[in-house]
């Protein structure tokens, strides 16, 4: 890949503000497993290579199985994610792909069920931050390290 500006260097104000909302995710209520999910799932749909080579990095480290990470992309195929990750699931495809259909009623409203608004707030702002993030590293030609 052709080497592309740097927007870390070029633009560090910017920077500096997507880690905060990275340090916001981090001191939130999510728990480490869904956030990751909420990651990599989002870089899968989106092609960002940098961002699940490092979020699949972490979630191993977090103790996530092999298993779980081959079978992401099927999630709904497999019995290996709870009711609550299914949800999480699904509304970080859902707001990955806004422009399908957005957030559905149905995937709400289990999410309501299941969570507090804070809590789903939060999902949201991972999944929106996750989606700027591979959108940097993609239109950039991030290396992975």
């Not at 740097?6 to 997507?18: G, L, T």
């Not at 999510?30 to 749909?45: D, P």
């Not at 961002?51 to 195929?77: S, V, Y």
């Amino acid at each position: 890949m052709k080497k592309r500006i740097d927007i870390e260097k070029m633009e560090p104000k910017a920077y500096q503000a997507m880690f905060i909302l990275e340090s916001y995710l981090h001191n939130s209520e999510l728990s480490k497993t869904h956030l990751e999910l909420i990651k990599i799932r989002a870089s899968q749909i989106n092609g960002c290579a940098f961002c699940i080579n490092m979020h699949t990095t972490d979630a191993l480290k977090q103790g996530e199985t092999p298993q779980r990470l081959f079978l992401l992309n099927a999630w709904r195929e497999t019995e290996l994610f709870t009711e609550e990750e299914r949800v999480v699931l699904a509304i970080t495809e859902e707001v990955t792909l806004i422009s399908k259909n957005g957030l559905s009623d149905e995937t709400y409203e289990m999410a309501e069920k299941l969570f507090d608004g804070q809590y789903i707030a939060q999902i949201i702002m991972a999944v929106a931050t996750i989606n700027a993030w591979n959108r940097i590293a993609i239109s950039t030609n991030k290396p992975i390290a």
